[in-house]
């Protein structure tokens, strides 16, 4: 897994690793390197906030005389950078209690949420797992031909109907024919909306009422998909979601190919959720389990190491 990070999230760590590296080596650990290493940061994305506890943990660390080198500075700021992110921790589990245990995917458009569903159901299917996908995307004219796409790479069943059907009720019947034929779990995909459209959200509200109609537990999970890319608008879009319709865990995808995933660090201390996966990638089997510790030392840690 470290070493698949570390290839996939080389925009990131070029941008504070080795702009921080460059600006360490062979210089006194100051109030004006610290100033520096603030501003690589920031170009990170790890945000305004979250940024200014980490130099002040660094800061108070020179004042005790804790840092001497720019080894121990590097190895205090991955170790930071870990602390800030160790909520985030909590795989995705499958209560089997629950037959079947539901599943809605929420994001925006181009977030990758039908790419996520198709990794996500092959990774379920590693475990045994038996899954119906439901597609309830239904504004967008190709979403239930690209859910099929994926239901048939994976070997699953896909439930849907034409395109401007009432979503609500293609989950409901999705549940109905999942219940029915004994699945494990329902993935439900839904139309990628901006977050500041109310109408929109209220379309996912509908949705999530009228599976409870069929278990009062359902949802069991609503994981949101954002683009890593997006940086700290990827933490706005969360809360919105998450006001909307009660976010239990997120997926951040395309972190091969952006210099913003600093962002994740901050977003533990934003919401209540938990990181269920970070995409690298657009293979089925490029998606990871998430690991504050892995995931730090592969933002922080050298390429020549």
Known sequence: MFSKLREKLSKTRRQLFDGIADIVVGREINDELLEEIETRLLMADVGVNTTQEIIDDLTDA???????????????????????????????????????????????NGAGKTTTIGKLTKWLQAQGKTIMLSAADTFRAAAV????????????????????????????????????????????????????????????????????????????????????????????????????????????????????????????????VKLRFVGVGEKVDDIEIFSAKEYAKALVISDNE
């Open 62 to 108: 020179v004042s005790r005389e804790a840092l001497k080198d720019s080894n121990q500075l590097m190895l205090e700021l991955e170790n930071l950078l870990a602390e800030k992110m160790v909520m985030l921790e909590g795989e995705l589990q499958v209560d089997t209690s629950q037959k079947p245990y539901v599943i809605m995917m929420v994001g925006v």
């Open 145 to 272: 031909e690209q859910l099929k796409v994926w239901g048939e790479r994976n070997g699953v069943d896909v439930v849907g109907q034409p395109t401007g059907s009432d979503p609500a009720a293609v989950a409901y019947d999705a549940l109905q024919a999942a219940k029915a034929k004994g699945h494990d779990v329902l993935i439900v995909d839904t139309a990628g909306r901006l977050h500041t459209q109310d109408n929109l959200m209220a379309e996912l509200a509908k949705i999530k009422k009228v599976l409870g109609k069929l278990d009062a537990n359902a949802p069991h999970e609503v994981l949101l998909v954002i683009d890593g890319s997006t940086g700290q608008n990827a933490i706005l879009q969360a809360k919105h979601f998450h006001q909307a319709v009660g976010v239990n865990g997120v997926v951040i995808t395309k972190l091969d190919g952006s210099a913003k995933g600093g962002a994740i660090v901050s977003l533990a201390e934003s919401l209540p």
